[in-house]
């Protein structure tokens, strides 16, 4: 079942026209080289746009829409590798909304839609995001004092946050903390390098970093955040295995050998189609994700749902990455091929929140 609602359609069209104008794979490029971690009026723009407050509630400050909502931007991103701190402020939104105190939410949420960055730290050191693996401690003293010592890895936009929302075990309960980045001490925030450079992503050490009750999120809810990002990443590869495939039919159609253009041998046609395939099967599984999610109060048929998607998203858009490099030959290796940066992507969408080997292994303890 697909139901694809107007406010989805009307985002879809207005994303697409915004990315290919400001993320033309040359501006890609650029924005590598350049290595700065923001483009504050390309930020600016997105946030007048009103897309960081889509699923914000209107009470502070956002158009009060669903998740589902914000699945054609974020394809539309994808599709033109545009980077921005939107992944993780989205992601820390649901977060609060979904774990927050009252006052919480009145403090940072209206924030949040306005355009200030925040972000999740949620895997560990050793790239496990699993909640049964959490090692990240929030220790209280038998004074009332809490600390939180521990080390989180891949925190997305983390050098430009203003807040970030930290997964942490507390006796035997998972907790989500809220931490002030400007309180931070130096050194806790380091670049990473990662395979796909357009993301932005850092470490985070803590050790025994004083924390206050009301950094302290009530709530306990980690399984809907974990499915919430699988679905926005699964939404960027959608849109990434479409501008995969544009840069493969662009070069089929331009390269010659033996005088004739290579797309029209059959070597060629058919592994391509089968790519064309694997998209569209995709993005079937994806607004398939995006409708479940909106109508389905059962987390199990949520989960089943958005796993199955980012399952075929992990292997297709991989194929996809891999065959664009192939079909480039010997210029495909070459770091100034185009294909090179969707494989990366491909790559590190893959492994984020499990692979397909992953997600199978998942699905059939749901399914069966």
């Known amino acids: 079942m697909i139901r694809f609602s107007e406010e989805q359609a009307m985002l879809l069209d207005t994303a697409r026209e915004f990315c290919q104008k400001q993320s033309p794979i040359d501006a890609v490029r650029q924005v590598i080289q350049a290595g700065q971690p923001l483009d504050e009026t390309l930020w ?14 209107e009470i502070y400050g956002g158009l009060g829409l669903d998740l589902a909502d914000t699945v054609p931007i974020f394809e539309a991103m994808g599709r033109q590798l545009l980077a921005t701190p939107m992944l993780a402020s989205t992601l820390a939104a649901q977060v609060l909304i979904t774990n927050g105190s009252d ?13 200030q960055i925040a972000t999740v730290a949620l895997s560990e050191a050793n790239g496990s995001w699993d909640p049964d693996q959490i090692a990240t401690r929030l220790n209280q003293s038998a004074s009332g004092e809490m600390t939180l010592t521990g080390s989180k890895a891949f925190v997305l936009d983390a050098g430009v946050a ?23 001490p130096d050194g806790a925030i380091q670049r990473e390098v990662v395979i796909d450079e357009t993301r932005r992503s850092y470490s985070l050490a803590l050790s025994d970093l004083p924390i206050r009750a009301d950094q302290v999120l009530p709530g306990t809810a980690f399984k809907k955040i974990e499915l919430a990002g699988m679905l926005l990443i699964t939404a ?22 033996f005088e004739r253009l290579i797309g029209s041998y059959q ?10 395939m694997g998209s569209e099967m995709t993005r079937s599984y994806l607004y398939h994700a995006a409708t479940v999610w909106r109508d389905e109060t059962d987390l199990a048929v949520v989960e089943s749902a958005v796993r199955m998607a980012k399952c075929c998203a ?48 998942k699905l059939s303890a749901l399914l069966f």
């Open 44 to 57: 600016q723009t997105m946030v007048d746009l009103g897309w960081l407050g889509v699923t914000i509630p």
């Open 103 to 115: 006052d919480q939410k009145n403090q940072w949420l209206p924030k949040i839609a306005a355009g």
């Open 162 to 184: 203003d807040v970030i929302l930290v997964s942490a075990l507390q006796g035997d309960s998972l907790r989500w903390c809220l931490l002030d980045a400007s309180e931070l």
């Open 236 to 257: 960027e590869m959608s849109g990434g295995l479409e501008g995969a495939l544009a840069v493969i039919v662009g070069y089929l159609n331009t390269r010659k050998q």
């Open 267 to 276: 070597a060629m046609k058919h592994p391509t189609v089968d790519i064309l």
């Open 314 to 361: 992990s292997e297709q858009f991989s194929e996809a990455g891999d065959r664009g490099i192939q079909f480039h030959g010997g210029f495909g290796f070459t770091y100034e091929c185009d294909a090179q940066l969707f494989l990366r992507r491909a790559l590190w969408s893959q492994y984020q929140f499990g692979d397909e080997r992953h997600q199978r292994q």
